[in-house]
């Protein structure tokens, strides 16, 4: 089984990537390490190939002779990531979510063995669901996004344009798609460089500085460890009837993120004070929280029988590990 997962030394993907060698497949990762980083992931393994370039141009590579040749499988993770990561550079994630989906979505339909069309599983988020009026989020809910002068939303709608674009593929070429909708996916090697919450608070917990919070902190989310979620993407992808078609993935048990930074200090043992911020002072154009972010988990338990393990404790004393180390090197 040869293997591709663009963005494979990021953070979910350096955990699938290992979680793939173990299962025995070839695997190559092409990330240009933009928020990835290359000790990720083994610095040498037989069946691993590491091509550090960007996916825009080897793309046109993918299916053709050497290391970017057939492939059974294809992972797409490569994406603009993180609140502050979109909201300082909205134009950037636009055009990255949006013409690398397009064009890898072209390869894959030539790209498998016998130029017939590899399986390609597509990474995209619950913030799809823009507003989201209920409070449980289900994959055939209608979808309610805010004007386009809140730059905000413009993440929400690539990514549901990246949903589309597989789906159309699906139903005009038979491409074998699957596309999975990531509920806040926390855990070991997870930064918070790029307003990621949990590594934010556990960074400043193990310095004893405030954790700051924003907004009220009564704002509710659904924190799922990065090994629950990337264990089931394979399942998603060995099974036909799953192309097509769109999953939550994560965990259904909420927490307030005034919760989340106490786990966090009594997990640590830390000193930290809790100061709550107004979303203005972090994000002073175009953002709107939202309340609550809950996934319905009923398609996925069906398909493949899923239940989040890690215990949210659990996934803060390795992420508090892996900060740790890093720090000693």
């Not at 990537?17 to 928020?35: F, H, I, K, P």
């Not at 590579?61 to 490569?78: K, N, S």
């Amino acid at each position: 089984m040869r293997t591709l997962v663009t963005g494979g030394s990021g953070f979910i993907g350096s955990h699938l990537t290992e979680n793939l060698l173990a299962a025995g497949r070839d695997v190559v990762v092409v990330d240009n390490l933009s928020t990835g980083r290359r000790g990720n992931l083994p610095e040498s393994h037989d069946r691993l190939t590491f091509i550090e370039a960007d996916l825009a141009d080897v793309v046109s590579e993918i299916g053709q002779t050497g290391q970017l040749g057939a492939f059974d499988e294809i992972y797409h993770l490569a994406a603009a990531v993180g609140v502050k990561l979109v909201m300082d550079k909205p134009a950037e994630a636009i055009e990255t979510n949006v013409s690398l989906t397009a064009d890898l979505l072209t390869a894959a339909l030539h790209s498998g063995p016998n130029g017939n069309p590899s399986k390609i599983l597509v990474a995209s988020s619950s913030e799809v669901y823009g507003k989201g009026v209920g409070e449980v989020f289900s994959e055939e809910d209608d979808v309610v996004y805010g004007p386009t002068t809140v730059t905000r939303w413009s993440y929400a709608a690539s990514k549901a344009l990246d949903e589309h674009l597989a789906l159309a593929h699906h139903r005009q070429s038979s491409l074998p798609a699957v596309i999975v909708r990531f509920f806040n996916t926390v855990g070991p090697r997870q930064v918070g460089k790029y307003g990621m919450v949990l590594p934010r608070f556990v960074e400043a917990a193990l310095a004893n500085e405030t954790i700051t919070v924003f907004g009220d902190g009564t704002q509710s989310r659904c924190f799922c460890d990065v090994r629950d979620v990337v264990a089931v993407l394979p399942e998603l992808m060995a099974r036909n009837e799953c192309a097509g078609r769109v999953f939550n993935v994560g965990s259904d048990q909420p927490i307030t993120i005034n919760e989340l930074a106490q786990a966090v200090t009594q997990t640590t043992g830390s000193s930290s004070s809790i100061e709550h911020v107004p979303y203005s002072s972090a994000y002073p154009v175009g953002f709107e929280d939202l309340r609550r972010r809950r996934p319905d988990l009923t398609r996925l338990r069906a398909a493949v029988g899923f239940e989040a393990r890690v215990p949210l404790e659990k996934t803060i004393t390795d992420l508090v590990e892996t900060i740790q180390a890093e720090r000693v090197l």
